[in-house]
Protein backbone atom coordinates (compact mmCIF):
# COMPACT_ATOMS: atom_id res chain seq x y z
CA UNK A 1 0.00 0.00 0.00
CA UNK A 2 0.98 3.56 -1.09
CA UNK A 3 2.03 5.52 2.62
CA UNK A 4 2.64 8.51 0.38
CA UNK A 5 3.15 10.25 -2.64
CA UNK A 6 6.07 10.14 -5.19
CA UNK A 7 8.63 12.36 -4.72
CA UNK A 8 11.34 13.24 -7.37
CA UNK A 9 14.83 14.37 -6.76
CA UNK A 10 17.69 14.28 -8.52
CA UNK A 11 16.42 12.51 -11.64
CA UNK A 12 15.14 9.83 -9.08
CA UNK A 13 11.22 8.72 -7.96
CA UNK A 14 11.02 7.89 -4.41
CA UNK A 15 7.85 6.74 -2.53
CA UNK A 16 7.48 4.80 0.45
CA UNK A 17 5.22 1.59 0.45
CA UNK A 18 3.98 -1.20 3.26
CA UNK A 19 3.92 -4.94 2.62
CA UNK A 20 2.15 -7.41 4.33
CA UNK A 21 3.62 -10.31 4.51
CA UNK A 22 1.10 -13.51 5.44
CA UNK A 23 2.88 -15.76 8.62
CA UNK A 24 0.42 -18.23 9.75
CA UNK A 25 -3.13 -18.83 10.55
CA UNK A 26 -6.71 -17.53 9.80
CA UNK A 27 -9.75 -16.19 11.38
CA UNK A 28 -8.89 -14.34 14.84
CA UNK A 29 -5.38 -16.15 14.81
CA UNK A 30 -4.01 -14.50 11.27
CA UNK A 31 -0.57 -13.21 11.70
CA UNK A 32 1.04 -10.89 9.59
CA UNK A 33 3.99 -8.84 9.46
CA UNK A 34 4.27 -5.31 8.13
CA UNK A 35 7.48 -3.73 6.49
CA UNK A 36 8.04 -0.62 4.69
CA UNK A 37 10.02 0.01 2.13
CA UNK A 38 11.54 2.74 0.03
CA UNK A 39 10.87 2.35 -3.69
CA UNK A 40 12.86 3.95 -6.02
CA UNK A 41 13.60 4.26 -10.19
CA UNK A 42 14.85 6.53 -12.58
CA UNK A 43 12.31 9.52 -13.13
CA UNK A 44 13.65 8.93 -16.85
CA UNK A 45 12.20 5.38 -16.97
CA UNK A 46 8.83 6.64 -18.46
CA UNK A 47 6.93 3.99 -18.05
CA UNK A 48 7.29 3.59 -14.63
CA UNK A 49 7.10 7.16 -14.37
CA UNK A 50 3.54 7.94 -15.73
CA UNK A 51 2.24 4.88 -13.21
CA UNK A 52 4.31 6.20 -9.94
CA UNK A 53 2.92 9.55 -10.42
CA UNK A 54 -0.63 8.36 -10.89
CA UNK A 55 -0.52 6.21 -7.76
CA UNK A 56 -2.57 7.85 -5.12
CA UNK A 57 -2.09 7.38 -0.91
CA UNK A 58 -3.74 3.85 0.07
CA UNK A 59 -3.15 1.87 -3.34
CA UNK A 60 -2.55 -1.62 -3.10
CA UNK A 61 0.32 -2.23 -5.29
CA UNK A 62 1.98 -4.99 -7.29
CA UNK A 63 5.71 -3.99 -7.53
CA UNK A 64 8.52 -6.01 -9.19
CA UNK A 65 12.52 -5.15 -8.38
CA UNK A 66 15.91 -5.46 -6.59
CA UNK A 67 15.39 -5.52 -2.77
CA UNK A 68 18.19 -4.40 -0.82
CA UNK A 69 19.01 -3.59 3.07
CA UNK A 70 20.93 -0.86 3.91
CA UNK A 71 21.18 0.56 7.71
CA UNK A 72 18.44 -2.09 8.69
CA UNK A 73 15.89 -0.15 6.25
CA UNK A 74 14.69 -1.87 3.07
CA UNK A 75 15.15 -0.69 -0.49
CA UNK A 76 13.83 -1.26 -3.85
CA UNK A 77 14.89 -0.26 -7.21
CA UNK A 78 11.89 -0.26 -9.02
CA UNK A 79 11.47 -2.68 -12.57
CA UNK A 80 7.66 -2.81 -12.86
CA UNK A 81 5.10 -1.30 -10.93
CA UNK A 82 0.87 -2.14 -11.23
CA UNK A 83 -1.51 -0.34 -8.89
CA UNK A 84 -5.26 -0.72 -7.94
CA UNK A 85 -6.60 2.45 -6.87
CA UNK A 86 -8.86 2.15 -3.88
CA UNK A 87 -11.59 4.69 -5.14
CA UNK A 88 -12.08 3.59 -8.41
CA UNK A 89 -12.05 -0.60 -8.47
CA UNK A 90 -13.97 -1.64 -11.57
CA UNK A 91 -17.30 -3.71 -11.19
CA UNK A 92 -17.53 -6.71 -13.39
CA UNK A 93 -20.71 -7.52 -14.22
CA UNK A 94 -22.09 -10.77 -16.75
CA UNK A 95 -23.68 -9.03 -19.94
CA UNK A 96 -25.47 -12.26 -21.25
CA UNK A 97 -27.46 -14.38 -19.28
CA UNK A 98 -26.58 -17.50 -17.58
CA UNK A 99 -28.65 -20.48 -19.39
CA UNK A 100 -29.48 -23.64 -17.76
CA UNK A 101 -27.43 -25.64 -19.82
CA UNK A 102 -23.56 -23.42 -18.70
CA UNK A 103 -22.53 -22.27 -15.81
CA UNK A 104 -20.92 -19.37 -16.45
CA UNK A 105 -21.56 -16.36 -18.47
CA UNK A 106 -20.65 -16.47 -22.42
CA UNK A 107 -18.95 -12.75 -21.59
CA UNK A 108 -18.07 -10.25 -19.31
CA UNK A 109 -17.71 -6.54 -18.82
CA UNK A 110 -16.19 -3.43 -17.40
CA UNK A 111 -17.72 -0.85 -16.16
CA UNK A 112 -16.61 2.03 -13.50
CA UNK A 113 -18.15 3.25 -10.38
Known sequence: MIKSLAQMRNNITVFPIQATQYISGSGPTLRL?????TVRHDTNKKNLQE???KAKIGSKVSIVGELDIH???LYLDLHNFDFLSINTAPQFTPTHQISSN???PTA??????
Open 108 to 113: LSEKDH
Open 102 to 104: NST
Open 51 to 53: RTK
Open 71 to 73: NNK
Open 33 to 37: AEYDI
